[in-house]
């Protein structure tokens, strides 16, 4: 019964740190300044991000292989990170590259941190966070409203005090925005009470209300593929907030440990050319505020919510959305699990 219990531990533990094996936004791609290093806590790890000599942005561990100290601290030379203590310098995979202080040092060419693969997309940057049995980054495939010209998007984060969970649960119970933001310009509208239906897909599902659809947030789909976890939902827009159809978020949830992370959202609408300049136009002068305010509702909720509320929460049916989310999420654990067990025993066999 122990070992069951201790099981079970493990994977909650380690799916509130941050479930690994995905590509994970850790900023917006304006944060990071060319020559400025931008430190990162991700699933309770430092880490550090700057853009290289050509642009691309890169991520290691926010440690210096001298004695330590931040690299974050520190400033960008020639594409490299210079460490702010002795100038110890590394590279974007994390090998010694120079050490100033000292003529030929036996630690220059010497492999030192851990790297991470980076992407930018949708106007920010993603990590890959390796797993256990996902060690090598997948190709990066983002959403396609990023990619395929059809849309503007504009990416939001957000840092918020309660575990990335709670974003994943919020996201997949759509019925909450009756009542929570029932205030608001779009979201007043519809009934306020319904059955929650839930089809599976390929990858991931969708869960909407039975009985509304296309009056308010009705339907959430939650993506989960080989390298990332999102959902996408649409909001109905009345003519006065302009062209286009409805209004889509993205969002994604980025652990920085088991309390705290960055919940991303990106606000989308399918629009091109002039209608896109208009778009946006409306979205910075008028729309842009009452989405806060949305969100400051969610966000309020959500961090009022105690961390182990698991323990004695009473789901009814609107919760079959949040329940198969966190089946996918021990899922992905427990395959994490599988693989490092089978590493320790190899490397217990071998010693
Ligand atoms: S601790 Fe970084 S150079 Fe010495
Ligand atoms: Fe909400």
Known sequence: MEATAKGRDRVDDYISQGVRGFWLPVATSVQIKTGKPLARKIAGENLVLWRDGADKVRCVEDFCPHRGAKLSLGHVQDGNLACGYHGVTVDGEGTVVRVPAMPDCALEGRKA????ECAEA????????PSADRPEAPEFVPPVEFTNGEWEVFPCMTYWDCSYRFSLDNAADPMHASYLHADSFTLAYGSKQDTMKLDRKDKGFQIERVNQKGVNFDWTEVVMD?????FRLDIPYPDGAGPGGPFRIIGFATPVDEHTHY????RCREVQGLAAESWRFLYRAFLEDRHWHVLEQDRRMLESIPEDARRREM???HDIGVSRLRQMLVRRAKEHFKALDAQETAGAQSA
């Open 113 to 116: 941190l851990t790297y991470y």
């Open 122 to 129: 949708g106007g920010a940057v993603f990590i890959y966070l």
């Open 226 to 230: 080989e390298g990332t976890l999102f």
């Open 263 to 266: 919940s991303f959202f990106w």
């Open 315 to 317: 789901l009814y049916q």
